[in-house]
């Protein structure tokens, strides 16, 4: 295989089975390193990423690609909370410093959300939440927890349905906390369970202030069954520095703030 790439007389699906486990390793592949490595013009690397995008294997951005993951099953929550737990925490602790006094909070379920709530040291604010797990958590003092009513779903240990949505229309919040399972530049904010996304999407559409983001590295690139979000209703997004730079430029070309954490590994 090597010394066909070298000849650069790779037969077209032989070249993009090369780029697509590329991508699929290191989250994002560059138009001017595929043609370097490939030998072939960036014209013709251009046309692969393009056939890829199709194929829904990639997302095309202005200097390459992002790997697409698609995510159909739900990831239960016993099992994500043991996933990236410094990550977490550090990304929870963020998050907590771009909330003010007086803020009034939705907050959906997850695991990055009860680290955000857990680092919170505001006065004054309210938290409107449909995670039942607040009532376990060591909660400050200082701030107000209203729980919504609702279906509590085992899998995800979240409050959903029609009770849960009417509390949750009776509020206009100053700020969003929303986690995530999957958060991608075409598709935008993806989760596995309907009930959910139309809970977030109420959220983010009852929120006059910023909408935040929480999803640790793993989260981005991966595409989920149900849209709650576009990229462009969001305002910053929260996350570690094992994030690629072409996922932050074209953040900031959108328009959303990238708040990135450092983890000591």
Do not use: W
Not at 73 to 88: A, C, G, H, R, T
Request: proline share 2%; with cysteine; hydrophobic share 40%.
């Amino acid at each position: 295989m090597q010394a066909d790439i070298s000849k650069g007389n790779l037969i077209p699906a032989k070249r993009r089975e090369i780029i697509c486990n590329i991508a699929r390793k290191d989250g994002v592949v560059r138009i001017k390193d595929l043609s370097e490595k490939l030998k072939v013009t960036q014209m013709t690397v251009h046309r692969d990423l393009e056939i890829l995008e199709k194929q829904g294997v990639l997302e095309r951005t202005h200097g390459g690609a992002i790997f697409s993951h698609r995510t159909d099953f739900e990831p239960l929550y016993v099992q994500k909370k043991e996933k990236n737990i410094l990550q977490k925490e550090e990304i929870g602790k963020m998050a907590a410093s771009l909330i003010k006094e007086g803020d009034t909070i939705f907050m959906n379920s997850g695991s990055s959300t009860l680290s955000f709530i857990r680092n919170l040291s505001c006065d004054g604010v309210k938290i409107i939440t449909n995670n039942p797990l607040v009532s376990v958590e060591s909660i400050p003092n200082n701030l107000e927890i209203f729980l919504t009513g609702g279906l509590l779903r085992k899998e995800s240990f979240s409050l959903v349905g029609e009770s849960a949505l009417r509390d949750i229309r009776e509020v206009y919040a100053s700020k969003a906390i929303i986690g995530t399972d999957g958060i991608s530049m075409k598709y935008g904010l993806t989760i596995s369970v309907r009930s959910e996304a139309i809970l977030n999407s109420l959220m983010i559409a009852q929120t006059h202030g910023p909408v935040i983001i929480l999803a640790d590295s793993t989260k981005f690139g991966n595409v989920s069954s149900f849209v709650f979000s576009s990229i462009k209703e969001i305002s910053d997004v929260v996350t570690d520095d094992g994030l690629d730079n072409m996922y932050i430029e074209e953040f900031e070309k959108a328009g959303v703030n990238v708040h990135l954490v450092k983890i000591n590994r």
